[in-house]
């Protein structure tokens, strides 16, 4: 599904660097390299505050806590989707809201968040999945209107840009009450190991997450609120420095493997490819067909037997997972959610495929639907 063997042998010597001085230094915990990819990422994204820490599902649960939201509280989130976001909203004794999804962009769906609105909600994340932003105008409107609170999970969407109706434009987690973002090795911008972030405009809410990834300590040994300990290691945003100059780049070659996959797989009737929104450019985390449910597993079985991985993401509803079924409020029957589960199959996508690997892997496709 990735090639992060490959990625790393074209800037080897610059990481194994870059590496080597931070060994030199021991300065493996909040070293200068943390907050000197901080700033770097802050500049990138045209963001005020980047403050690290150990992963993406630290990121949501600090967003959240900076928000002091209260036992009961409901926080409206996608059901399809990453478990992370329903996780820490339920460690947090937080009630998760699940609604449904757009058919099209598999983001979360504005109407379906009107929907679900009662005066016991204080918030909405938008997860933007698979690399490209939620639709983040009528939501930010809608939660405007109903002063609600937003976090946006950026894991999957890091350098994805919105454009707005007044031609205004905003990077993928920048444009909420915070963002979050992972350094999964996998993530479009991968470290070599685990790491995280919290975005946020508001410099109050940057030092409040700062305290709180940091033991809730003002300064050392005085704890103003109960945090936790999350942090970003040296070596990781030393790592991460040497690869964000290269993002832009890792974009485009995403961008365009997603071009010679739908070049080659749009003229298949049976199978639909990624659709690409109007508001929002289109990262290329995953590239995901949507198959008719009676072969979806067919082909991802005739794809492993030729040699080609393929991935599910994601195969169950939030709402339908053992630890969540009681947990919170469903809106409405999560109809898309249900068969986009049956449908979905995520072809690799990552910055070293050749257009050879994309042919033989679209022309294996193209067999099983003959
Ligand atoms: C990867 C991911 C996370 C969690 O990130 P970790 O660094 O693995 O904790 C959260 N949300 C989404 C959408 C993700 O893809």
């Known amino acids: 599904m990735v090639d992060l063997h490959g990625q790393y042998l074209k800037i080897k010597a610059n990481i194994d660097r870059a590496i080597q001085a931070c060994i030199d230094t021991t300065a493996f915990i909040k070293g200068p390299q943390v907050s000197y990819f901080e700033n770097q990422l802050a500049d990138f994204l045209n ?22 939201l209260q036992p009961g509280d409901e926080i409206i ?3 399809f989707t990453y478990i992370a976001v329903a996780e820490v909203i339920a460690l947090l004794r937080l009630t998760p809201v699940l609604v449904d999804v757009d058919a099209r962009t598999f983001n979360i769906s504005p109407e379906q968040i009107e929907r679900a609105i009662t005066s016991r909600t204080k918030l909405v994340v938008p997860v933007h999945l698979f ?3 939620a639709d983040m105008e009528r939501i930010l409107s809608i939660c405007n209107q109903y002063q609600l609170h937003v976090i946006e999970d950026a894991a999957q ?48 809410r940057a030092g409040q997450v700062k305290m709180l990834a940091n033991h809730g300590q003002s300064r050392k040994y005085h704890h103003e609120l109960v945090g936790i300990n999350s942090r970003l290691d040296s070596l990781q945003a030393a790592i991460l420095s040497e690869k964000l100059p290269y993002l832009l780049a890792y ?10 996959y739908d070049d080659r797989l749009s003229a298949i009737d049976a199978i639909e490819i990624p659709h690409r929104s109007k508001y929002s450019t289109h990262v290329f985390h995953q590239y995901t067909l949507k198959v008719p449910p009676d072969q979806r ?42 068969e986009l589960c049956q449908r979905v199959l995520s072809l690799p996508m990552h910055t070293e495929l050749s257009e050879q690997q994309i042919d033989y892997i679209t022309e294996t496709i193209t067999d099983y639907f003959q």
């Open 131 to 133: 690399g490209q932003c």
């Open 77 to 79: 989130i996608p059901a």
């Open 47 to 68: 963001v005020g505050h980047v403050v690290s820490c150990a992963n993406g599902t630290d990121a949501l649960q600090l967003a959240l806590m900076a928000l002091n």
């Open 251 to 260: 974009t485009q070659a995403r961008q365009q493997a997603a071009a010679q």
């Open 297 to 338: 597993n067919g082909l991802k079985d005739y794809l492993q037997q030729k040699g080609i991985p393929s991935m599910v993401y994601y195969p169950i509803p939030v709402s339908s997972q053992k630890a969540y079924e009681k947990l919170g409020r469903v809106v409405g029957d999560l109809a898309i959610t249900h």
């Open 157 to 204: 969407a890091i350098g994805a840009m919105v454009t707005f109706a007044d031609g205004t434009s905003g990077m993928a987690g920048t444009m909420g009450d915070f963002g979050t973002t992972s350094f999964f090795p996998s993530k479009n911008l991968g470290c070599f190991g685990d790491g995280g972030a919290i975005l946020t405009q508001d410099s109050e």
